[in-house]
């Protein structure tokens, strides 16, 4: 089946510790994002990618670092600089190669909890 | 940059009762807008879209929404609510032109369905 995967779907970081999310598409796929949800916020733009070896910062992107080294993936890190890293993280891909007006296709979601 | 407010944050509506979630976009020269919806710890799914032409749109699960420039709206309606029509939904806008762009989320509103 085609589609978006997360891993893990829950995870615990100690404080100062460095975790990276995963995010895998099968969909061919080439722009990709990182979205942040918090009860009430909505969801925040962290990275996005709209091609491979390149990245750009979207609203929140202090204290999280990506790479995009293959098409299909795009992992992001949540360094020990990102102050309140508890949240929900969502990632997205869309058709891209500069075709605007696509709509997002979205992954499970991975918890992160700070312990 | 675009924005989206949804002015709602809660609404609760009778089973079989009516509903419309309220989407309101800054200004863009063609605007893409997009509905999604999201239940519990799970990802978003999409609902529908406008891009251009008629501007009643019609989504899946019986869901439709108008698109009105005049008022900078595209408000979500379903003419009769089911119980499992109950989660959070959001209005999204497409920003952004060829490497730039990017989807922008509203805070969401939160539907409960009463018996």
């Known amino acids: ?115 | 940059a675009q924005s989206v407010t949804q002015p709602d944050i809660h609404i609760t509506v009778s089973e079989g009762a009516s509903l419309e979630l309220r989407c309101n976009y800054s200004y863009g020269a063609t605007p893409y807008l997009f509905w999604y919806v999201q239940s519990p710890g799970q990802g978003l799914q999409l609902l529908l879209k406008y891009f251009s032409g008629d501007t009643l749109v019609q989504g899946i699960k019986g869901f439709e929404a108008e698109f009105k420039r005049s008022q900078s709206s595209f408000n979500l309606r379903k003419p009769s609510v089911h119980w499992s029509d109950a989660a959070e939904y959001f209005c999204a806008v497409g920003e952004g032109m060829d490497s730039s762009y990017k989807l922008i989320f509203g805070s969401g509103t939160r539907l409960l369905v009463r018996p």
Request: a positive charge; one cysteine or more; glycine letters at 10%.
């Open chain 1, 1 to 115: 089946d085609g589609g978006i995967t997360q891993s893990p779907k829950y995870l615990f970081r100690k404080e100062g510790q460095n975790v990276t999310l995963s995010c895998e598409q099968n969909l061919n796929h080439d722009a990709m994002y990182w979205y942040r949800q918090d009860p009430g916020q909505g969801l925040r733009l962290i990275y996005y990618s709209q091609i491979v070896n390149d990245f750009q910062k979207g609203d929140i992107a202090e204290g999280y670092s990506v790479s995009r080294e293959k098409k299909e993936s795009f992992p992001l890190t949540v360094t020990s600089a990102q102050k309140n890293p508890t949240a929900f993280y969502l990632c997205a891909s869309s058709i891209g190669r500069g075709r605007i007006g696509t709509e997002a296709f979205f992954g499970q979601g991975t918890r992160l909890t700070v312990v």
